[in-house]
C-alpha cells in the first residue's frame, strides 16, 4: 500500500495536468500478449475472454511499443488476460523492450520457465491455492531464483475461504497477499464503483488484438476500448474520453486505487480525486 501511495505522490505532476482537463502520455503501458491460457481458476477475472489463438502480432507489438517509446513510455508490464509465456513470440518482446531501454515486468502463473524471463526487472508469480502449489510452478520459482542476474522476483499470493491465512516457504523477493474476488471462495464481496477513479488518465492497457483500453481494470466490459493504431495517435482524445464515460461498475476488477488511504496523500494535493 505504502509503495502505491509514493507511487501516486511521485506522479503529482502528471495528476496537476489530470486536474486541469488534460492527459498526459502514460509513463507504464500494460500489454496482454496472450489471451490464452494452461490454467482454469475459480475467481479468474479473465476466464470468459480467454480464446484457442488469442496472441499478439510480434509486428503490431513493435509499432505500438517504439511509439509508445518515441513520445516518453517508460515501462511495460505483459500481463494477462491468459498467461503471458504462452506467446510464441514474448522472447522477441521482452528483447525489443530491453534494446529501447524500457523498464519490463511479467505477472505470470508461474507454470512456463523461459530463459528470457530474466531479461525483466521484475517477475510476478500468482498463485491461486497457496495451500497446494503445483511441483512445476515451486521448481520454476526455485530456476528464477537461481538464474536470475538483476530481476526481481516476487510472489502474490490470493487469500481465501481455502486458504484464509496465506504461508510461503520458498524463497521470493517479496510476498503479496491479496483477496480472492468473484468467487464462492471469496472471504470479501467484491465493491462495485459506479464512478470511475480520477487516475485513469495516468493507466493504458492494450489487448492482445491491438485495442487500447483506458484501464487493466475494465478492457473485458462494454463499450470502454479507444480504438487500435498508435497510442500517441488516439491517447486524450474524443474516443478515449467516450470510453472512460462508459466504464460501468468501477473497481470490478479489484483496482487497487481504491485501497489507497487517501487521508496519507494530502499533502500532495490529491484531494480532487
Same mark, same amino acid.
Given at each position: 500500500?505504502?509503495?502505491?501511495?509514493?507511487?501516486?505522490?511521485?506522479?503529482?505532476?502528471?495528476?496537476?495536468?489530470?486536474?486541469?482537463?488534460?492527459?498526459?502520455?502514460?509513463?507504464?503501458?500494460?500489454?496482454?500478449?496472450?489471451?490464452?491460457?494452461?490454467?482454469?481458476?475459480?475467481?479468474?477475472?479473465?476466464?470468459?475472454?480467454?480464446?484457442?489463438?488469442?496472441?499478439?502480432?510480434?509486428?503490431?507489438?513493435?509499432?505500438?511499443?517504439?511509439?509508445?517509446?518515441?513520445?516518453?513510455?517508460?515501462?511495460?508490464?505483459?500481463?494477462?488476460?491468459?498467461?503471458?509465456?504462452? *506467446? #510464441? &513470440?514474448?522472447?522477441?518482446?521482452? /528483447? +525489443?523492450?530491453?534494446?529501447?531501454?524500457?523498464?519490463?515486468?511479467?505477472? $505470470?502463473?508461474?507454470?512456463?520457465?523461459?530463459?528470457?524471463?530474466?531479461?525483466?526487472?521484475?517477475?510476478?508469480?500468482?498463485?491461486?491455492?497457496?495451500?497446494?502449489?503445483?511441483?512445476?510452478?515451486?521448481?520454476?520459482?526455485?530456476?528464477?531464483?537461481?538464474?536470475?542476474?538483476?530481476?526481481?522476483?516476487?510472489?502474490?499470493?490470493?487469500?481465501?475461504?481455502?486458504?484464509?491465512?496465506?504461508?510461503?516457504?520458498?524463497?521470493?523477493?517479496?510476498?503479496?497477499?491479496?483477496?480472492?474476488?468473484?468467487?464462492?471462495?471469496?472471504?470479501?464481496? *467484491? #465493491? &462495485?464503483?459506479?464512478?470511475?477513479? /480520477? +487516475?485513469?488518465?495516468?493507466?493504458?492497457?492494450?489487448?492482445?488484438?491491438? $485495442?487500447?483500453?483506458?484501464?487493466?481494470?475494465?478492457?473485458?466490459?462494454?463499450?470502454?476500448?479507444?480504438?487500435?493504431?498508435?497510442?500517441?495517435?488516439?491517447?486524450?482524445?474524443?474516443?478515449?474520453?467516450?470510453?472512460?464515460?462508459?466504464?460501468?461498475?468501477?473497481?470490478?476488477?479489484?483496482?487497487?486505487?481504491?485501497?489507497?488511504?487517501?487521508?496519507?496523500?494530502?499533502?500532495?494535493?490529491?484531494?480532487?480525486?
Amino acid at each position: 500500500m505504502v509503495e502505491l501511495e509514493l507511487k501516486i505522490a511521485y506522479r503529482h505532476k502528471e495528476i496537476e495536468i489530470i486536474k486541469s482537463g488534460g492527459f498526459p502520455f502514460p509513463r507504464s503501458l500494460t500489454v496482454y500478449p496472450s489471451e490464452v491460457c494452461n490454467l482454469s481458476c475459480d475467481g479468474c477475472n479473465s476466464e470468459g475472454i480467454h480464446r484457442k489463438d488469442g496472441f499478439m502480432d510480434f509486428e503490431v507489438f513493435k509499432k505500438i511499443i517504439k511509439d509508445f517509446n518515441i513520445y516518453g513510455g517508460q515501462a511495460v508490464a505483459f500481463e494477462g488476460g491468459g498467461e503471458p509465456m504462452l *506467446n #510464441p &513470440k514474448i522472447d522477441k518482446m521482452l /528483447g +525489443l523492450c530491453k534494446y529501447l531501454g524500457l523498464k519490463t515486468g511479467i505477472i $505470470t502463473n508461474g507454470t512456463i520457465y523461459r530463459p528470457e524471463m530474466l531479461l525483466a526487472d521484475w517477475v510476478r508469480v500468482s498463485i491461486h491455492n497457496p495451500n497446494l502449489i503445483p511441483e512445476i510452478i515451486t521448481d520454476n520459482l526455485e530456476r528464477l531464483m537461481k538464474t536470475r542476474i538483476n530481476t526481481k522476483i516476487g510472489v502474490k499470493l490470493l487469500r481465501s475461504k481455502i486458504c484464509p491465512e496465506p504461508k510461503f516457504y520458498f524463497e521470493a523477493d517479496y510476498i503479496q497477499i491479496k483477496d480472492l474476488r468473484n468467487c464462492p471462495d471469496s472471504l470479501k464481496d *467484491n #465493491p &462495485k464503483h459506479i464512478s470511475p477513479c /480520477g +487516475l485513469t488518465p495516468l493507466r493504458a492497457v492494450v489487448d492482445y488484438d491491438g $485495442t487500447f483500453y483506458p484501464c487493466p481494470y475494465f478492457y473485458a466490459q462494454e463499450n470502454t476500448a479507444i480504438g487500435r493504431g498508435l497510442l500517441s495517435e488516439i491517447w486524450g482524445q474524443e474516443a478515449h474520453k467516450k470510453a472512460i464515460k462508459n466504464i460501468k461498475n468501477c473497481n470490478e476488477y479489484d483496482c487497487p486505487f481504491l485501497e489507497i488511504d487517501w487521508d496519507k496523500l494530502k499533502k500532495a494535493d490529491l484531494e480532487f480525486i
